[in-house]
C-alpha cells in the first residue's frame, strides 16, 4: 500500500470495532450540508455571484455525490458509508510495516493518524494542522475537537509505537 499526498490515516470506532483507513481527508468531513453552506458563505463574503457558486461547486446534491450521496455520515449511515469505502480499509500491521520502513522522520511524520471518529461516542477528533477545520462539520449532537486522541487508540492499534 502507498499513502498518496492528499490522502491521510483515520482510526474509527464502529459497533466498538477500530478500523484504519487511508482516504481523501474531504469524505471525513461528515456534514456535508454544514460544510456546503461554509463554502457558500465563502463565496459570498468573497462578493461572487451565486451562480459562480453553483458553476464550481454545484448544487447540494451533486455536491453530495462526491461522497457517495450520503449527506451526513453518522451512527445511522456509517455503515453504508464504510461499505462505500471498504477498499479504503487498512490494519495496523500493515501500518506499522510502512512506519517501520520509513526513511526519515518526516516520513514517518506523515505515517501517523490524523483523524479519530468514534461513531459509538459521537466524536471526532483531529490533528489536522490548524487552518483545517474538519472538526467544525461534524453531525448535530457530536463533538468535533483539535485534540491528540493516541489514548483513545486501542493499545494493540497503535501501530506507531514499539511494543
Not at 139 to 154: M, S
Amino acid at each position: 500500500m502507498e499513502i498518496k499526498e492528499d490522502e491521510i490515516i483515520v482510526g474509527t470506532m464502529y459497533k466498538k470495532k477500530f478500523q484504519w483507513y487511508v482516504s481523501d481527508k474531504t469524505i471525513w468531513r461528515l456534514d456535508y450540508r454544514k460544510y456546503y453552506d461554509s463554502l457558500d458563505l465563502k463565496y459570498k463574503r468573497q462578493g461572487r455571484a451565486l451562480y459562480e457558486f453553483v458553476r464550481e461547486i454545484g448544487s447540494f446534491g451533486e455536491f453530495c455525490q462526491s461522497r457517495f450521496r450520503i449527506p451526513v455520515v453518522d451512527k445511522s449511515t456509517a455503515g453504508e458509508f464504510f461499505e462505500k469505502i471498504l477498499l479504503a480499509a487498512t490494519d495496523s500491521a500493515e501500518l506499522a510495516y510502512m512506519f517501520m520502513r520509513a526513511e526519515s522522520d518526516a516520513d514517518r511524520k506523515a505515517l501517523l493518524p490524523s483523524l479519530y471518529v468514534d461513531f459509538d461516542g459521537r466524536a471526532l477528533y483531529s490533528l489536522l494542522p490548524r487552518d483545517d477545520d474538519v472538526e467544525k462539520f461534524v453531525p448535530d449532537g457530536w463533538r468535533g475537537v483539535k485534540q491528540n486522541f493516541e489514548k483513545l487508540i486501542p493499545l494493540k492499534d497503535r501501530y506507531w509505537i514499539d511494543p
